[in-house]
């Protein structure tokens, strides 16, 4: 019988493993963390209105319902020609017929970085902007800053969204604890245009709510370094900070740049657009893992990463019945989020014919709730899945 290893315990993994048991196949999942994490409603743990647990999925849960093997145990080496893994601990995972690799992504370094906190980082950063935050709340005053990096090798792997959400969020945190006017907030970005790839008039949006909340703005200037006390540029101006938050741009994962794979000039996974790495027989990868192809305006999000998680599980169940028949990414390729602004939200939607980013106040927060709270439930198979989600 045809095995599967997928390696990753986020969106592409769990999907990958989710849907390649629908397909009756016997599939072993390796994650560095024993909980599948619901990054798009940790934007919330900063302000408190959520926990860590609250946005964590055990994945022993998961795999005891679905019924997949599942080793929690850091992945050390992958050798792509043999389809050899290595673990942390030492064993060897080997003898798979198919291994996809959907271990995410690394994040540009950049000077003084330990002098930042990032919601998209490692789930007890955003515990620990929590703390931060509440520290300052309690002292009463402060200046907080947060923003996010580029990539120019790689314009898809820009975690933007997230920024914008923790920031608006906070100040509507700072506002209903009376203490809004006591805080400077301040947004950057080293791009002229942070955004931009939800079109130009969704970046007139954004810059009218900076205006009308009284955040400051300082874009199109490159970091230099981030020090304990703020940000310093390349032109020598500098932001003061309390408490910064930045989300470095991606990179491609040290683990699968030294796996004798192709990869992009950004060391992500190059693959065709059946996420098959073209050259190695039985391997693929998606989500993060993988090189985007399509628009410069394409991003990485989750949707997409479960995308490609549904259509390998369908192209390796189509090749092993001899099934000529293969599943695409790329006509679901689009930007898709409900933006959450702490007291209501926006939708945006990219896509190659459209642009458009349409308020919803306050059922948009509670919209992106309901979707957090659909998330847990459908993949913990509670409630149905909804087709195309």
């Known amino acids: 019988m045809s095995r599967v290893l997928v390696l990753g315990g986020g969106f592409a993994g769990v999907e990958a493993a989710i849907y390649l048991r629908k397909q009756q196949i016997e599939v072993t999942l390796v994650s560095d963390r024993d909980y599948f994490y619901i990054y798009p409603t940790s934007i919330w743990i900063p302000t408190g209105e959520v926990t860590k647990e609250d946005v964590s999925v055990p994945l022993d849960k998961l795999a005891m319902k679905h019924g997949f093997q599942l080793i929690v145990d850091p992945v050390q080496k992958v050798d792509a020609k043999s389809k050899e893994v290595t673990l942390k601990s030492g064993r060897t995972l080997k003898d798979f017929n198919y291994v996809v690799l959907a271990l995410g992504q690394d994040k540009l370094v950049h000077k003084g970085m330990e002098n930042t906190l990032s919601i998209c980082g490692k789930p007890e950063e955003a515990v620990a902007l929590y703390e931060k935050l509440d520290e300052l709340v309690r002292k009463g005053s402060g200046k907080i800053a947060m923003g996010f990096g580029g ?83 390349e032109d020598g101006s500098k932001i003061d900070s309390d408490l910064t938050m930045f989300i470095s741009a991606g990179t491609g994962h040290n683990i699968l740049s030294n796996a004798g794979l192709p990869l992009s000039d950004a060391n992500f996974v190059l693959t065709n657009e059946y996420n098959e790495i073209e050259g190695f027989e039985g391997m693929y990868a998606i989500g993060d893992s993988a090189s985007l192809m399509g628009p410069e305006w394409r991003a990485k999000q989750g949707h997409v990463a479960e995308v490609m998680a549904k259509n390998v599980a369908y192209n390796i169940n189509a090749h092993m019945q001899g099934i000529d028949s293969k599943y695409s990414y790329m006509e679901h390729l689009n930007i898709l989020c409900v933006m959450d602004t702490g007291n209501g939200a926006a939708f945006v939607y990219r896509s190659e014919k459209a642009g458009k980013m349409i308020p919803m106040p306050l059922v948009g927060h509670w919209m992106k709730k309901m979707w957090g709270w659909y998330c847990r439930h459908s993949k913990l198979g509670r409630i149905p899945r909804i087709p195309g989600m």
């Not at 809004?180 to 970005?189: G, H, I, M, S, Y």
């Not at 790839?197 to 009308?212: I, N």
Request: no cysteine; net charge positive.
């Open 151 to 233: 990539n120019p090798k790689d314009t898809s792997a820009v975690r933007g969204g997230p920024a914008f959400e923790v920031l608006f969020n906070v100040h509507n945190y700072l506002k209903k604890k009376g203490v809004r006017k006591d805080f400077e907030l301040t947004f950057f970005a080293p791009m002229e245009k942070p955004g931009q790839k939800m079109g130009e008039k969704a970046l007139l949006m954004m810059d009218k709510m900076f205006k009308s909340l009284g955040i400051k703005k300082q874009v199109g200037i490159k970091i230099s370094e981030f020090v304990e006390d703020g940000i310093v540029f």
